[in-house]
């Protein structure tokens, strides 16, 4: 039930609005909590409505509202607002209906008693165990507004990461699809033109404008099966990329391709340094650590890297003998600063050094790589465009000699 109503508090401070209660009984408890003293209230009757709550099982929290979300809360806990009266305040501010529900569902468990680290597991795709992990260590050390701004700093260098390379990546992606758009135009269109002339006057077609001919009746006479098709190999590959076996093999090429590589090393060196160097300065042991940051790195050649760097770290081993053990993969500089923080004790300051480095060289490289991609796409657009054009005057060329 949707109910009206106005409120007073103690103070004199009065509020009008609106509110959803089981009963009359149940707002007065709702609003009591809030500090306000129920005077007076109506039922409101709700008009018909198509409900689309289940569209926000598929609704996303964007990174800056987590951010916006950490920064806040750590202000308002320093100021020495309590975390439910914080958490309160935040889910009236946010205007993503996600995030709002998932909020006072945090609220209410700590309010039954729980701790915001364990509130928040219920959420695994929202908060990720990095973030529980420095919330978690942030509580236990009685330091949760700075593990707080720890989170917002991590997010926030890791969102700027992500979107230096998607820019990187989005200009030659646009252009491929456009040049596919066109091609496939040009072949409903205008190669049934041609085809038209070239049966009219009984060229003889060299096997490249066969080819193109096959493709263009194929697409024009069988349009419906042409798009089943693709959309049947589309499913293919985006099932064989979500498969282990298919990610590893990704994985591995990527870090093999000429342009690509040395931007995928620098962005996983600046990822591995960054999230480390948050969970030591939150005061999480290393062990838990580094299984937290094999869950943030999404290449499994880094990942096993970790996993090797636990199991020596478990043995009495140091991280950075098994960070140099790896130059192709991490640059020596990781293993390095590591081990200089390992004998002064300042691990997270070593790492964030080495964060903010090969950060500065993931921005410098995603300038360069759209540099170079330019002259790339050209060359790839022009023998595409050649192959056509030759192919089509090929035969006109071959009807001239004849006359």
Known sequence: MIYSYKAKKLTGEETTGEREAKDRFDLARLLKEEGFILISFGEKRERFKINFSFLDFFAKVPVSEKMMFSRNLAVMIGAGVSLHK??????????????????????????????????????????????VAMVNAGEKTGKLEGSLDLIAEQLKRDYDLKRKIRGALMYPAIIVLAMAGIGVLMMIYVVPT?????????????????????????LVNNWL???????????????????????????????????????????????????LGSLFESGVNILESLDICRDVLQNHLYKDILRETRSAVEKGDTASKIFLAHPKLYPPLLGEMAAVGEETGKMSEMFFRVAEFYEEEVSAATKDLSTVIEPVLMIIIGTVVGFFAVSMIQPMYSMMGGL
């Open 86 to 131: 914080s958490l309160k305040t935040l889910t009236k501010q946010t205007g993503n209906k996600k995030f709002k529900k998932i909020l006072e569902s945090v609220s209410d468990k700590i309010k039954k008693g729980d701790s915001f680290s364990d509130a928040l597991k219920g959420y695994p795709g929202v908060f990720s165990s990095l973030f």
């Open 194 to 218: 041609l085809i038209a002339t070239f049966e009219d006057l009984g060229v003889d077609l060299p096997a490249t404008t066969k080819f193109i001919v096959f493709v263009s009746n194929f």
């Open 225 to 275: 099966l042409a798009l089943l098709i693709a959309v049947f190999f589309s499913a293919i590959f985006w099932y064989a990329f979500k498969t282990p076996a298919s990610k590893k093999i990704i994985d591995y090429g990527i870090l093999h391709m000429p342009l690509i590589s040395p931007l995928v090393k620098k962005t996983n060196t600046a990822r591995t340094a960054r999230t």
